[in-house]
């Protein structure tokens, strides 16, 4: 129909990347994202990501739904599902409640199967250890520690170890109570 938007597509964002980057990157909103060049970092999407058959990726890659066809070394972490589809390449451990590997695409490393259901998936995803905030939040896990054991930062102990929601961390950060 001309003349009329579509809706349900309306808010979808789309980011394609053809260019080499490197870097850290974080979506906090839902995006499709598909890398067709070089990227070496650390990528946490949230949305879909493609990894294009010609894309060369080396980093450590968290997001909801993953779909793979070029090169990947690194860890893969996905809420919702990983789709290896020929000739993808990933030289790294998978973690995902949900996976699908193609004839002809290849998986060198660990698959660990979180969750039978997306709920368990989110849950697990959302807790962080201090050395994953650490990164998350780009500072010393000293200061980490400081501000749990100040009581400044909302966290749970889990053995010996502090586990920390994304989400109330993230909370904390928007509120100006990280200092």
Not at 76 to 87: E, G, R
Not at 147 to 162: R, T, Y
Request: aromatic share 4%.
């Amino acid at each position: 129909m001309l003349g009329k938007k579509d809706k349900k597509h309306e808010d979808v964002k789309v980011l394609d990347v053809d260019a080499a980057m490197q870097g850290s990157l974080v979506f906090k909103d839902p995006v499709n994202l598909r890398i067709n060049g070089r990227f070496e970092g650390t990528l946490n999407t949230k949305g879909n990501l493609m990894i294009g058959e010609h894309a060369i990726v080396n980093a450590d890659i968290i997001g909801d739904s993953i779909v793979i066809a070029g090169k990947v070394n690194g860890n893969v972490h996905a809420i919702k599902d990983i789709k290896l589809i020929s000739p993808a390449c990933v030289v790294g451990d998978v973690r995902t409640p949900l996976l699908s590997v193609a004839e002809g695409a290849v998986l060198e490393g660990t698959c660990h199967m979180l969750a039978k259901s997306k709920d368990e998936a989110a849950s697990r995803y959302n807790m962080m250890s201090t050395e994953e905030l650490a990164k998350y939040l780009e500072v010393d896990m000293g200061m980490i520690n400081e501000w749990v054991n100040a009581g400044k930062l909302p966290a749970m102990k889990e053995g010996d170890a502090w586990k920390f929601d994304r989400a109330r961390v993230d909370e904390w950060v928007a509120s100006g109570k990280i200092k």
